[in-house]
C-alpha cells in the first residue's frame, strides 16, 4: 500500500496535497473531512485533524510542520526544499514555523473558534476582532518580506509557499482591511496558477 496523505476541502492540508503534486509522489490522497465523524481521519489521528500522513509501514505522522519537509524528503535534491545544513533549509524550515503557529495557531483559530479562548460567549466578538488586528500584523510581516521577491525563500518555490497559499486564501475572505495586501495579492495569483495547484483544488472539489 502507498503512503496516504488524508485532507479536507478547504483545510490547511492543502499545502501537503500541493507538494504531492508538485512533486508527483506516489502518495495517495484520502479525503477525509474531520466535520464527518464517519471520516477515516478520526481513526488515523486521534486529534481528527487533516493533514495525517499514513505511512506504508503504519507510522502517522501529523503536523504540517513535519509532514511538508517529510515529503520533500521522498524527492532528494528537489529544488521545493534545501540539503540539510544549508542556510536556505533554516529558511524555509523558519517560515513554515511563523505559518503554523503565528498565522494559524496565533491567528486563523482564535478569529475562527473563539470559544476556545474564552468561555464566555458575549466577549466572542471582542476575542474576534482583537485576534483579527493580531493577524493583521503578522500577515503584514509576511507581506514586506515579499517586496522585490516572487517567493519566500531563494528565486524558486518551495514547501514553504505550498503551505503559505493556504493562508493567502483564507485572509483574502477575512474582509476589506486585508484586502490590500500588495505582495499578498500577487502572489495568490502566482500560486493558484501552477498546475499542481490546480490539479489539488480541482481534486478537492
Ligand atoms: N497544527 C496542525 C493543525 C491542523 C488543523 O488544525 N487542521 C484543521 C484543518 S485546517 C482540522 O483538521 N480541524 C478539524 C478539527 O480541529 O476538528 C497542523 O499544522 O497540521
Known amino acids: 500500500m502507498p503512503h496516504q496523505l488524508f485532507v479536507s476541502p478547504g483545510a490547511c492540508s492543502l499545502g501537503a496535497h500541493v507538494v504531492v503534486r508538485e512533486l508527483d509522489l506516489p502518495v495517495e490522497i484520502v479525503l477525509s473531512p474531520p466535520r464527518d465523524p464517519a471520516s477515516r481521519i478520526h481513526s488515523v489521528n486521534p486529534l481528527g ?19 511538508l519537509p517529510f515529503l520533500a524528503d521522498l524527492a532528494p535534491g528537489t529544488p521545493l526544499f534545501a540539503p540539510a545544513g544549508s542556510a536556505e533549509r ?8 511563523y505559518l503554523s503557529a503565528e498565522i494559524h495557531a496565533g491567528g486563523f483559530r482564535q478569529v475562527n473558534r473563539p470559544e476556545r479562548y474564552a468561555e464566555d460567549p458575549a466577549s466572542h466578538d471582542g476575542v474576534r ?5 493580531t493577524l493583521h500584523a503578522a500577515v503584514a510581516h509576511i507581506d514586506r518580506h515579499l517586496a522585490g521577491r516572487q517567493w519566500l525563500v531563494g528565486e524558486r518555490f518551495t514547501i514553504a509557499d505550498a503551505y503559505l497559499g493556504v493562508f493567502v486564501r483564507w485572509i483574502a475572505r477575512l474582509g476589506p482591511e486585508f484586502a490590500a495586501f500588495e505582495q499578498l495579492n500577487r502572489f495568490r495569483e502566482a500560486y493558484l496558477a501552477r498546475p499542481a495547484v490546480q490539479a489539488a483544488l480541482a481534486a478537492e472539489g
Open 49 to 67: 485533524r487533516v493533514p495525517a500522513l499514513l505511512l506504508d509501514d503504519g507510522t502517522v505522522i501529523t503536523e504540517n510542520s513535519a509532514i
Open 90 to 97: 533554516g529558511l524555509i524550515q523558519s517560515w513554515i514555523g
Open 129 to 133: 476582532a482583537q485576534s483579527k488586528r
